[in-house]
């Protein structure tokens, strides 16, 4: 059960104009949503703050979904558990919302994100680094949202299936070939944030490498890989 008090971001990308291909490209995945719930522990009652469509919002029972808040209207300890996933890097103020979480929860926060230290490390940079760097500048660092949780923090890195259905960049590692379809791309929205050069160059360079066989003598191992541990992390905090 969902029950939804307001919905919508603080967010610096216009999802309507750039999900086109979110339907199909932006499916929550049933093994990364097996991770979160563990994360949960047996919480009864969740909070899931920055939940927009297709979100992993049937991870557990009861969940209340709400935009991110410097007052979120709850009383103190009202929940068992809260998460955020694929949310905190639209935050207007990554601080105050996340206390603002930790108080209104008794046990775990959960946080789904991108650990900005680790995102240039994947092949993608190789062909398109003006995404990677604004994923980077976009996502806070994990100490920051530690800090910002209190309490004893943990940060686990999130197995990526190779055939993954939440197409985030990370999801392609293995299969470089759906990344040239622009539907694909416009699902994740840092290709947003670059000109029609950088994508049409990205295009063209991966396409010849693909033809040619230079991806495959490089970043080929990847596509036997069952998982892929990159910069997707849970940082989980407990009072």
Not at 66 to 95: K, Y
Not at 169 to 185: I, Q, S
């Amino acid at each position: 059960m969902t029950t939804r008090t307001h919905d919508g971001s603080a967010g610096d990308v216009d999802h309507g104009a750039t999900s086109t291909g979110d339907a199909f490209f932006r499916r929550p995945d049933e093994r990364i949503a097996r991770f979160i719930a563990g994360s949960l522990g047996e919480a009864r009652s969740v909070l899931h703050v920055g939940a927009g469509a297709g979100s992993y919002e049937n991870v557990v029972g009861a969940v209340t979904a709400v935009g991110p808040s410097e007052d979120l209207p709850f009383a103190d300890g009202a929940f068992d558990a809260a998460m955020t996933l694929f949310s905190v890097h639209q935050w207007s103020d990554v601080t105050a919302g996340l206390r603002e979480m930790r108080r209104v929860t008794r046990g775990p926060v959960t946080v789904l994100t991108c650990d900005p230290a680790l995102v240039r490390d994947f092949w993608l940079y190789a062909y398109a680094p003006e995404v990677l760097d604004t994923e980077a500048r976009r996502f806070p660092p994990v100490a920051e949202i530690a800090a910002a949780l209190g309490g004893t923090a943990t940060v686990a890195a999130v197995p990526i299936p190779l055939d993954c259905t939440d197409g985030f960049n990370e999801a392609y590692y293995g299969r470089p070939e759906l990344l040239l379809v622009p539907a694909a791309r416009q699902a994740c929205s840092a290709w947003s944030f670059v000109d029609d050069r950088t994508r049409e160059r990205f295009d063209r360079t991966l396409r010849h490498d693909l033809v040619s066989g230079a991806w495959d003598a490089r970043f080929g191992h990847l596509r036997a890989q069952a998982t892929y541990r990159g910069s997707l992390v849970v940082v989980r905090a407990v009072p």
